[in-house]
């Protein structure tokens, strides 16, 4: 694994799986702790920068999921939403023996945080483009379900190429769905660039693919496109009939939540270019049914009355708003969001 200087990997065998979790070498332990959870085709690696420009006092620990990274392939019951990951990052963060932890999750990996948060007290809540609590594709803006079979979300949403692409390690320049192209194309703004992106290329080509994990099976469906979501894999992990953390806003206590995402975001957004829905009414997808029968998801609207809701009942949340940054702020404009995610756990402390 490419470690950045000042990065140890350790492996932490935990009753459910060998997860492998990232640490500053030589970190304090007598402050605040913050526990990194990455998204989805990427792995603990994408937060060295931002784990190197916390304060001294803050201990940092990223954490793999399972099937990325270093930790164990294991296979992904989607049926249980995101709670396999939530549930081996908590196993890790007892093994550890950290109490009061402050996590940070990316993308799919804010879906896990906040699964975590449900079952679990937390310090404090960092979301960088999360997905929406209720899942990917296929709900409205209340996040009622189009369809009862979840139709074009899980994973038979994944492009094929791609996946393939994963599974033979693929580092081309040259290949348009390759995970360089993806990369540049979907996870950061147009034009930026970084002299550590092979790394970032790298950390993608950790992820486990097939059934049960990356990016899961499908089910054919009656319904537009054609094929529903199934029960495997990580995908399906976020389809909205298997993942609903909608309820963090009845939560009885309610940590303080920091809303980071980039309005330039190819993938979280309410034009998300990886909603099938909203593929169809562009008409990259042909036979879109209609606005009525298949709208695009609008994610961030989502995610916006979820965190209203949150405040109303007594919780507070702060949403930030990185100017040209695409879907990893955190690698765009690092020196922001290191200051923004440090005065976040001072003040929730």
Do not use: C
Request: net charge negative.
């Amino acid at each position: 694994m490419p470690l950045f200087d000042g990065i140890t990997a350790t492996t932490v065998h935990t009753r459910r799986l060998a997860t492998n979790v990232l640490t500053r070498t030589g970190q304090r332990t007598d402050g605040p702790v913050v526990v990194f959870i990455h998204g989805n085709v990427s792995s603990s690696l994408f937060w060295q920068p931002l784990m190197l420009a916390l304060p001294e006092d803050t201990a940092a620990y990223a954490v793999d999921l399972r099937g990325f990274g270093g930790s164990e392939a294991a296979p992904v019951d989607a049926t249980r939403g995101v709670r396999d990951f939530s549930d081996d990052v908590h196993a890790a963060v007892r093994e550890l023996d950290l109490d009061r932890v402050h996590l940070v999750g990316w993308s799919m990996g804010g879906g896990v945080a906040l699964q975590y948060a449900l079952d679990h007290p937390v310090a404090s809540i960092t979301l960088q483009a999360p997905v929406s609590p209720y899942g990917f594709g296929g709900t409205r803006l209340d996040g009622t379900r189009l369809t009862g079979d979840d139709a074009g979300t899980g994973g038979g949403a994944a492009n094929p190429d791609f996946v393939a692409a994963i599974a033979a390690g693929d580092t081309s320049r040259d290949n348009p769905l390759g995970p360089w192209a993806v990369y540049k194309s979907s996870y950061v703004s147009a034009g930026f660039t970084s002299a550590d992106e092979d790394t970032w290329v790298e950390s993608m080509l950790t992820t486990a693919t097939g059934v049960g994990n990356y990016p899961g099976d499908s089910v054919p469906s009656a319904n537009w496109p054609g094929f529903g979501a199934g029960t495997r894999g990580v995908l399906n992990t976020l389809a909205p009939g298997h993942f609903d953390v909608s309820g963090i806003a009845a939560l009885a206590a309610k940590p303080p939540i920091l809303w980071i995402r980039g309005d330039a975001d190819a993938i979280v957004s309410d034009a998300s270019a990886f909603d099938v829905n909203f593929l169809g009414q562009a008409g990259v997808i042909p036979g879109w049914p209609g606005e009525a029968v298949a709208p695009a998801q609008r994610m961030l609207a989502q995610t916006r009355a979820v965190l209203d809701r949150y405040a109303a009942g007594g919780g507070s949340y702060a949403e930030e708003v990185f100017a040209g940054a695409g879907h990893a702020p955190s690698l765009e404009q690092p020196e922001r969001f290191a200051a923004l995610l440090a005065e976040h756990v001072r003040s929730a402390a």
